[in-house]
């Protein structure tokens, strides 16, 4: 009979363990619950009609951006267009002063559609009469505007002209200050200025001069004989 008793007396004290262990096990759970911000919780004095806004509430402050919106989503720029052109008369400008964002390359340019196309290497003994050597700089100005500047090179003869010479030293200058070229036409060139007072330094776009170069040209690219270009110069179209 005291058998009996003191094995009941052990089941009793480990139901009462065991209790104590789901009790303890639900403590440590309802720990791990955490409030969320601007919801009301349990035994919050708090209400949902303290968040409600009047209908008459026109406050231009409750709706407008932080100042740093960009930096807090982590915003960033993508660049789209990249236009082939030179700078103009009243643009300050800078030119990336690494080689390797820079070709050397002949281009065909259709003057009536004042536009430039690359010519691929197996196509140029083709068109001898109608490319112009150049070097495409990566150019940017003040207002971050990325564009590409193509500028004539000697051809066989290597004879230069004064356009091209002010030009090459414009892409020169502009590779260390901001450099603007002023049509004077009085000498019928272009004046070479250098700003003394801008000391900010330009920020070139993330990408590489490849991407830079399909950006610009896209479909203005002549890979055979007949690309529309090239008809249309023979008279084919």
């Known amino acids: 009979m005291e058998s009996k008793n003191n094995v009941k007396h052990l089941a009793d004290e480990t ?25 009301p919780q349990n035994g919050d004095s708090r209400s949902t009609s303290s968040l409600s806004v009047s209908k008459e509430d026109w406050d231009l402050n409750a709706l407008r951006l932080d100042q740093n919106f960009d930096t807090i989503i982590g915003a960033q720029q993508v ?25 050397q390359t002949p281009v065909l340019r259709l003057k009536e559609d004042r536009e430039d196309y690359l010519v691929h290497l197996n196509v140029r003994k083709a068109v001898l009469d109608e490319i112009q050597p150049v070097i495409l700089f990566s150019a940017i100005n ?9 500028v004539r090179l000697p051809r066989g003869d290597g004879r230069t002209d004064p356009f091209m010479e002010s030009d090459m030293m414009a892409a020169k200058e502009a590779e260390r200050k901001w450099t603007r070229r002023q049509w004077v036409p009085e000498n019928k060139t272009h004046k070479v200025m250098v700003a003394q007072n801008l000391p ?6 993330e990408i590489t001069f490849q991407e830079l170069i399909k950006k610009a040209f896209k479909d203005r690219y002549i890979r055979d004989l007949d690309h529309p270009v090239l008809k249309r110069l023979r008279g084919e179209e």
């Open 142 to 150: 003040r207002q971050g505007e990325v564009f590409i500047w193509p």
């Open 200 to 205: 900010e330094e330009p920020v070139w776009p």
């Open 15 to 39: 139901i009462s363990c065991e209790g104590k262990a789901q009790e303890a096990e639900k403590i440590e759970i309802d720990d791990l619950h955490f409030p969320v911000a601007g919801v």
């Open 79 to 103: 660049l789209t267009v990249v236009r082939v052109r030179k700078p103009n008369n009243q643009e300050w400008f800078r030119i990336h002063p690494s080689e390797e964002w820079r070709l």
